[in-house]
C-alpha cells in the first residue's frame, strides 16, 4: 500500500494483545486528542485493574466505552458505556456481544470503524463509527432497514456495574440520557477516598425516541424515564425506518450541568461528524508533523508513529474549562488539573520526550502536582485520580528538578522546594510499623516508606519495609534530584546536603558478591533475592541513573564491564520493565527484540508512555540516563536523517547520520560543527536546533 500520510505509520491496535493476559503492551485503539480527559473505544470485555476493555483475540463487540483507565494495572474510574442494537433490547453485558472480524475493523487516532453482525438475526449488520473532543465522544450508527430487515432498533447507554449505585434520567424532548457513575476501581488504595467522586455524562441523540426504559441488569424497566440503582442503564427505541442514529456523549467530573456545557462547547448542536474528525486528525497531525524521517523500514516507522500516538495520551486532563474536582479534599477547585500520573514509569524517558513535543503542557502538569500537594499533603506518586501508593520512590522530585533545569518556571517555585523537601525528610506515617507491601489496601500516603531507617543508616532497613533494596536504590537518586530543586531554588546548603547523601546507593553493594543487596538494620545482608521492585540484583546494581562514574568506581571498572556485559548476553536484561530501560548500549539490538509492528508488538506495558518514549528518543540517537541532569547519553539513531521541528522553536533540529540503517557504530559527532568529543548531549542547547551530525561506522569505535 503506498504511503500517503504519516497516519498510515500509526496503527492503534499495536499492544493490544500478547502471550501473557496481563504482561503484553496494555493498549486499546482509542480515540481522543492528545491528552484528552476521555478516551473512546470498542469494548470487548468488561475492564478491571489488570483487564482492559478490548483485547485484539476477543471475537465480541459489547459496546463502545467512554474510559479513564490509563494503564492495565489501574482502575478505571467514572466511565460509561453505549451498545446498538436492533428488536430486543438486551441490556446485561454477557448478553449483549455482538461477533466482528478484524477484517471489517478500521483504527486511527482520530476515527474508529466496525462493522458487526446484529444479534436480531437474518444476517443483519450494525456499522458504528466514533470520534471525540476532550471530553466529549461523538458516535455514529447505521442500521440496516432494508424491506427483510426492518426492526426497531436501539441504543443501550449504561451507568454501572453491579455494586456501584449510579442513576440514569431520560429527557425525550431534549432527546438526553443523562446520569453518573460513581465507581472508582482503585478504591481501596490509599487514604483519600474522594466520597463525592462521580463520573457524570450526558448523551444528546440527533433522533426522537420512540419508546425508552431503564434497566437493572437484564431486567428492563419500560416507560420508566429514571432510575438509581445498581447495575442501572437506560434505553431508548428509534423507528424501524431510522437508518442511522447519531449521539454525542459529554464527560464531567464536575455536575451533569457541565457535562451539558461541555457538550455546547466542544460538540454543539450542528456540528456534522465529519468536522469533529478532520478536527481531531488536525490535533494529531499537529504533533506527528514534528518529526520528518527519512531511511528506516516500514515497520521501524510504524514503531515510531505509533509509538508518538502513544507517548502523548497521558497525564490526560482533568480539568474543565478552568475548574476541577480535587478527590484530596473533595472539594472543586479553579484551575488546571491532569491525572494518570504513572511516575515510577513515566520520569525515566516519558517526561523528556514531552518537554520537547509538548512544552506548552508541562508548567501546567507541574502546577497540577503542586495542587495535588497543597490538597493532600504530598506530591503525587500514582494519582488516578487520587493517590494509590502504586510502585515507590518520589520520583516526581525528579520530574520537577528536571523541568526546572530545562527552563520551565512557570510555577510556584517556593512550593515545588516545600514538597521535594518534605518528600525527602518527612518519613510517612507509621513509618516504623506499616510494612507498605505493594497494593497495600488502605495505607497512609507512602511517599518514601523506609525513610526512617533511611536517614538513621543509610539504607531501607529489609526486615520493617517492602522492597527495601529498590527503595534505598530509588532514594538516592531522588536525593540527587531533591539536590538540584535546591540549587536552583537558592537553598545551597540544603543542595549540598542531598548531594551527598545521594551517595548512599553505595550502602547496599555487597562486595562479596559484586551485586547491590538489601539490608538489615544490624548491617546484615538480606539475600540476592530480598527486597526488589519488579526486577532483581541483576538489573538494580545498575540502577545508580546519577552517578554512573561513582558506580563504576564501586564496583571496579573491570567489574564494571564484565556485569554488563553479562547482564544482557547471559539474558538478564528485562526491558519489557521500565528499572532497564537506561541499561543498555546495545540499543539496536533491544529495539528489535521488543517492538514490532504488531497487535502483540510490545514486550511489556507501555506504562503511559514510557515504553514507547524510549524507542522515540532512542531512534534519534540519545537517551536520558539521569534526566534531572538535563543531558542526554548518544547511543546509536536508528534511521538516516530525521528533521525535528519542536513545538514553539523556530529553528528545526537536523540529526543527519548517513549510513545509520547499516552502520550501528558511532565514529564521530558534531553539533553545528563543534565536534562533541564525549557521549553526552545538551537538552538546551538541542533545543535551539541547529544540525547534529552523525558519522556512523559498520565497525566498533573507540569514540565518546
Not at 309 to 332: C, K, N, T, V
Not at 396 to 412: L, P, T, W
Not at 413 to 434: G, Q, Y
Not at 586 to 607: F, M
Amino acid at each position: 500500500m503506498a504511503i500517503k500520510s504519516l497516519f498510515d505509520y500509526v496503527n492503534p491496535l499495536i499492544g493490544t494483545t500478547g502471550e501473557d493476559p496481563h504482561e503484553y503492551g496494555g493498549m486499546i485503539p482509542s480515540t481522543a486528542p492528545p491528552f484528552g480527559m476521555t478516551r473512546w473505544t470498542p469494548m470487548t470485555r468488561e475492564n478491571w485493574v489488570s483487564r482492559l476493555p478490548y483485547h485484539y483475540n476477543d471475537k465480541n463487540i459489547t459496546g463502545f466505552m467512554g474510559t479513564h483507565q490509563p494503564a492495565i494495572w489501574m482502575g478505571d474510574y467514572g466511565y460509561v458505556t453505549l451498545c446498538p442494537g436492533t428488536g430486543t433490547v438486551r441490556t446485561a453485558f454477557a448478553d449483549r456481544g455482538m461477533p466482528f472480524s478484524h477484517s471489517d475493523e478500521s483504527t486511527t487516532p482520530f476515527l474508529y470503524r466496525v462493522n458487526m453482525t446484529d444479534l436480531g438475526g437474518n444476517g443483519r449488520v450494525i456499522s458504528a463509527e466514533h470520534t471525540a473532543t476532550s471530553r466529549v465522544g461523538f458516535l455514529r450508527f447505521h442500521f440496516d432497514t432494508s424491506s427483510d430487515h426492518k426492526s426497531t432498533s436501539h441504543i443501550i447507554i449504561q451507568a454501572t456495574r453491579a455494586s456501584y449505585t449510579g442513576q440514569v434520567h431520560i429527557d425525550p424532548i431534549r432527546q438526553e440520557i443523562s446520569g453518573y457513575n460513581p465507581e472508582r476501581q482503585d478504591y481501596k488504595l490509599g487514604p483519600f477516598k474522594a466520597p463525592s467522586f462521580k463520573g457524570y455524562f450526558v448523551a444528546r441523540f440527533d433522533t426522537p425516541f420512540e419508546s425508552f426504559g431503564t434497566a437493572t441488569g437484564a431486567t428492563l424497566h419500560e416507560g420508566e424515564t429514571q432510575r438509581e440503582d445498581e447495575d442501572v442503564s437506560a434505553y431508548v427505541r428509534f423507528a424501524s425506518t431510522r437508518k442511522s442514529v447519531q449521539v454525542r456523549v459529554a464527560t464531567s467530573f464536575l455536575s451533569i450541568k457541565q457535562a451539558r456545557e461541555n457538550l455546547d462547547r466542544e460538540i454543539p448542536d450542528g456540528k456534522m461528524f465529519e468536522a469533529v474528525v478532520a478536527e481531531l486528525r488536525e490535533a494529531w497531525a499537529e504533533k506527528l508533523e514534528t518529526v520528518a524521517i527519512t531511511g528506516g523500514t516500514t515497520e521501524q516507522l510504524t514503531n515510531f508513529y505509533t509509538g508518538m500516538y502513544h507517548a502523548l495520551q497521558y497525564p490526560s486532563e482533568f480539568s474543565e474549562y478552568g475548574r476541577y474536582y480535587s478527590g484530596y479534599d473533595d472539594q472543586i477547585h479553579e484551575g488546571e488539573a491532569y491525572t494518570s500520573y504513572s511516575i515510577w514509569d513515566t520520569f525515566r524517558a516519558e517526561t523528556a520526550f514531552l518537554t520537547m513535543f509538548a512544552p506548552e503542557r508541562i508548567n501546567g502538569m507541574i502546577t497540577s502536582m503542586l495542587q495535588v500537594y497543597e490538597q493532600g499533603g504530598w506530591l503525587p506518586m500514582w494519582q488516578n485520580p487520587v493517590e494509590t501508593n502504586i510502585m515507590v520512590g518520589t520520583h516526581v522530585d525528579s520530574i520537577i528538578a528536571e523541568v526546572m533545569v530545562k527552563g520551565f518556571r512557570d510555577f510556584d517555585l517556593s512550593t515545588a522546594w516545600a514538597a521535594v523537601h518534605k518528600d525527602a525528610t518527612v518519613p510517612p506515617d507509621n513509618d516504623t510499623i506499616l510494612w507498605y507491601g505493594d497494593r497495600d489496601e488502605g495505607t497512609p500516603v507512602e511517599a518514601r516508606a523506609g525513610l526512617t531507617a533511611y536517614m538513621k543508616y543509610g539504607w531501607v532497613d529489609a526486615a520493617k519495609t517492602a522492597e527495601a533494596a529498590s527503595r534505598t536504590l530509588d532514594y538516592a537518586f531522588d536525593d540527587w534530584a531533591v539536590a538540584v530543586v535546591a540549587n536552583l531554588t537558592g537553598h545551597t546548603k540544603e543542595g549540598r546536603f542531598f548531594t551527598e547523601r545521594s551517595k548512599n546507593y553505595a550502602n547496599i553493594f555487597n562486595k562479596d558478591t559484586g551485586f547491590m543487596e538489601a539490608r538489615f538494620a544490624n548491617g546484615s545482608w538480606a539475600g540476592e533475592k530480598v527486597g526488589w521492585t519488579e526486577g532483581d540484583h541483576w538489573v538494580y546494581t545498575f540502577d545508580v541513573m546519577h552517578d554512573i562514574p561513582g558506580l563504576v568506581d564501586l564496583l571496579g571498572k573491570d567489574h564494571f564491564i564484565t556485569l554488563l556485559d553479562t547482564h544482557f548476553d547471559g539474558g538478564w536484561n528485562r526491558h519489557d520493565n521500565e528499572p532497564s530501560h537506561h541499561i543498555p548500549y546495545t540499543v539496536r539490538d533491544v529495539a528489535e527484540k521488543n517492538y514490532h509492528a504488531l497487535p502483540d508488538g510490545l514486550s511489556g506495558n507501555d506504562d503511559c508512555g514510557q515504553m514507547s518514549a524510549w524507542y522515540i528518543l532512542s531512534s534519534f540517537g540519545f537517551y536520558p540516563v539521569n534526566p534531572p541532569s538535563g543531558d542526554y547519553v548518544v547511543g546509536s539513531p536508528f534511521f538516516e536523517k530525521v528533521v525535528i521541528n519542536f513545538p514553539g522553536r523556530s529553528t528545526p533540529l537536523v540529526i543527519s547520520s548517513p549510513g545509520a540503517t547499516e552502520n550501528p557504530y558511532v565514529k564521530s559527532l558534531k553539533l553545528n560543527g563543534r565536534p562533541i568529543e564525549s557521549a553526552s548531549l545538551s537538552h538546551n542547547e538541542l533545543m535551539k536546533g541547529g544540525l547534529l551530525e552523525f558519522e556512523m561506522s559498520a565497525t566498533k569505535q573507540t569514540w565518546g
